[in-house]
């Protein structure tokens, strides 16, 4: 017989192989081409599994209970609410229904069980992930890492619990090498937070991104958008909330949909595919007069009333621009920026625009933050001329906030190391804030949508500074310094030493540059300045560990919550917490407050700031 062909069988076991038919060279054929069109099929249908849309959402589904159920403790944190204790739960369930005899100890486990949910996650946590704390928040990994500093050294006072607390950290390999550029929360659906990463300076330049944050899952995005160039401004519409905008190094302006869904292939750090926006649904024009030629530095969408929603938008080639959406994304010119004072020698007459704001409910003034320090009052429908000019920094204005509560008053931070507050109708300044011991930029400023004279700030060095100057203009109320983190430019200088290495090796060369010192020999410093110990031979060199600059930050709408974005791709979730945290869970968001509320509030807000003028004068 011809037992070895293609059509053989296996000889049952425990008995002898019945005799099999003669194949033929055609059986042989088809039989082969039979196994062939069954893998394939089998190949065919296992493709369709994976990529269906049934089990892509019922896999998200999965993932987003499972990090609920490992959030689930900092989410009742986030939402201020107090967490749930399973046992008095169980004593009071028991009381109620008079089962105290009746309850034994398995009963109890089972509803201990079903009362914490972040238990089931165990084990899942010791395979090498992030683990929460859930209820406990003192025992958050990397919480307990960052520093608050609460007295002395100018670095203010706190009673009772801690005022920030780190929930968690938005970051996943889609971050890693990028900077945070610059943050919106959506305002459609708050606990969205979008996210622009992009580099501030022309040679780090390597592509951009911005990714959607949520709260059903921290540790990676929902959404994604990529980008060939730094991502440098974004904005969510408030008339359209699906509609985001962002600003890019190029000059370039882009809207997207958030609503749109396209499957394309992603290419950030070598990731296969996942959920991606596509393409922009409004792209401005690459031609000359027909968007910015330098970076934009910010955009803001502004209600003009009957004639719909437009963006804003400024850039260091000194205009201020005006997009509608009516014809597709059409530009109009508002402002041309002149440098203000002295101009005897200056070469160009242009002042580089870095910042823009607008006043609460008054969408025809705009305060535009430039590059040599000054800020400037400016009209929508005049652009010959500014309304007021203010003076007082010495260093480019990195951000204009104008308050949620008084249309007359706006801060300002600066490369010169201080935040400034303003009152619209002064061209210096009312109260100069700085930290004794801080000899950094400071790189972004917001006021708390609750509390009428808090704002945060955050700094060059890493700390995230907490305000009230109706407490004190002179220190913050809180100082926290985040996670120290390797030094980029170290590691890079060390993978491009190992890239040169290899190189000489393939060459048959295995002598290296006679400057370089071996690591037995070698003195090194840290990049603040601090020695490191020297290495002994044999053992791996360790990275020096720095405070990680931080870029910008943004106050939640719709809890006690402070998002700060940082230079290597992270965005820490802070809790703010002690008297403050209490005393937003009594306060109104400024958007709802009735006109006689608001009124009183701005009276507190004025008599405060010009009060704490005057204390400083005196």
Request: contains cysteine; glycine residues 10%.
């Given at each position: 017989g011809g037992g070895g062909g293609v059509g053989a069988r296996a000889a049952p076991r425990g008995g002898a192989s019945p005799p099999?038919?003669?194949?033929?060279?055609?059986?042989?054929?088809?039989?082969?081409?039979?196994?062939?069109?069954?893998?394939?099929?089998?190949?065919?249908?296992?493709?369709?599994?994976?990529?269906?849309?049934?089990?892509?959402?019922?896999?998200?589904?999965?993932?987003r209970s499972l990090q609920q159920g490992r959030y689930h403790g900092r989410h009742l944190e986030y939402r201020n609410h107090p967490s749930a204790n399973p046992k008095s739960a169980l004593e009071r369930l028991a009381e109620s229904m008079s089962l105290d005899d009746e309850l034994g100890s398995a009963g109890e486990a089972e509803l201990a069980r079903s009362v914490s949910s972040s238990n089931v996650m165990d084990d899942f946590d010791s395979m090498g992930s992030p683990k929460p704390a859930g209820d406990d928040a003192s025992n958050m990994e990397g919480s307990?890492?960052?520093?608050?500093?609460?007295?002395?050294?100018?670095?203010?006072?706190?009673?009772?619990?801690?005022?920030?607390?780190m929930l968690w950290k938005h970051e996943c390999v889609?971050?890693?090498?990028?900077?945070?550029?610059?943050?919106?929360?959506?305002?459609?659906?708050?606990?969205?937070?979008?996210?622009?990463?992009?580099?501030?300076?022309?040679?780090?330049?390597?592509?951009?991104?911005?990714?959607?944050?949520?709260?059903?899952?921290?540790?990676?995005?929902?959404?994604?958008?990529?980008?060939?160039?730094?991502?440098?401004?974004?904005?969510?519409?408030?008339?359209?909330?699906?509609?985001?905008?962002?600003?890019?190094?190029?000059?370039?302006?882009?809207?997207?949909?958030?609503?749109?869904?396209a499957?394309?292939?992603?290419?950030?750090?070598?990731?296969?595919?996942?959920?991606?926006?596509?393409?922009?649904?409004?792209?401005?024009?690459?031609?000359?007069?027909?968007?910015?030629?330098?970076?934009?530095?910010?955009?803001?969408?502004?209600?003009?009333?009957?004639?719909?929603?437009?963006?804003?938008?400024?850039s260091t080639d000194g205009r201020v621009l005006e997009w509608s959406l009516k014809k597709g994304l059409s530009v109009s010119p508002l402002m041309e920026l002149k440098r203000y004072g002295d101009t005897e020698g200056v070469i160009s007459r242009t002042a580089s625009g870095l910042c823009l704001d607008f006043p609460r409910d008054d969408a025809s003034i705009y305060f535009a933050g430039t590059e040599d320090g000054h800020i400037h009052k400016c009209s929508c429908s005049y652009n010959e001329a500014y309304l007021e000019s203010y003076t007082g920094h010495e260093g480019p204005v990195y951000r204009i906030a104008t308050s949620p509560f008084?249309?007359?008053?706006?801060?300002?931070?600066?490369?010169?190391?201080t935040v400034k507050i303003w009152h619209d109708r002064r061209s210096t300044h009312v109260i100069n804030f700085h930290t004794v011991n801080l000899s950094e930029v400071v790189n972004d400023v917001a006021w708390s949508p609750f509390l009428p004279c808090l704002f945060a700030s955050v700094t060059g060095d890493g700390r995230v500074e907490v305000w009230d100057f109706e407490a004190s203009p002179h220190d913050p109320i809180s100082t926290l310094y985040v996670d120290s983190v390797p030094d980029p430019a170290w590691l890079k200088k060390q993978e491009e030493e190992k890239l040169k290495a290899s190189h000489i090796g393939a060459n048959g060369d295995r002598s290296l540059p006679g400057t370089r010192q071996t690591n037995r020999t070698a003195t090194t410093y840290d990049s603040a300045g601090g020695r490191r110990p020297r290495t002994e031979e044999g053992k791996k060199e360790e990275a020096p560990l720095i405070k990680p600059a931080l870029t910008c930050l943004a106050f939640s709408d719709n809890a006690p919550i402070l998002a700060v974005g940082d230079a290597h791709g992270g965005v820490s979730i802070f809790r703010l917490g002690g008297d403050v945290g209490a005393s937003h869970a009594k306060s109104k968001h400024a958007s709802v407050l009735g006109e006689s509320e608001l009124e009183q509030v701005q009276k507190r807000v004025q008599r405060a700031m010009f009060q704490q003028e005057d204390d400083g004068e005196a």
């Open positions: 099999l038919p003669a194949t033929t060279e055609m059986e042989t054929q088809t039989d082969g081409v039979a196994l062939d069109a069954d893998a394939l099929m089998f190949q065919r249908m296992s493709e369709d599994v994976l990529h269906s849309e049934g089990l892509s959402s019922r896999l998200l589904l999965m993932e307990a890492a960052a520093t608050e500093k609460t007295d002395g050294d100018g670095a203010g006072t706190s009673s009772g619990a801690k005022m920030l607390d889609l971050t890693s090498n990028r900077s945070v550029s610059c943050m919106a929360y959506s305002k459609g659906n708050p606990d969205v937070l979008a996210v622009g990463y992009g580099e501030f300076y022309f040679d780090d330049q390597n592509g951009g991104a911005v990714l959607f944050w949520s709260l059903r899952n921290p540790e990676f995005p929902e959404r994604i958008i990529e980008v060939d160039v730094g991502v440098t401004a974004i904005d969510f519409s408030s008339r359209n909330p699906s509609y985001v905008a962002i600003g890019l190094y190029n000059g370039a302006i882009q809207v997207y949909d958030t609503r749109s869904k499957e394309v292939p992603m290419t950030m750090s070598g990731m296969g595919c996942g959920l991606s926006l596509g393409a922009p649904v409004l792209e401005s024009q690459a031609v000359e007069g027909q968007q910015h030629m330098e970076p934009v530095w910010q955009l803001k969408w502004t209600d003009r009333g009957e004639r719909g929603e437009v963006l804003v938008s400024i008084d249309a007359n008053t706006f801060l300002s931070c600066s490369a010169d190391w």
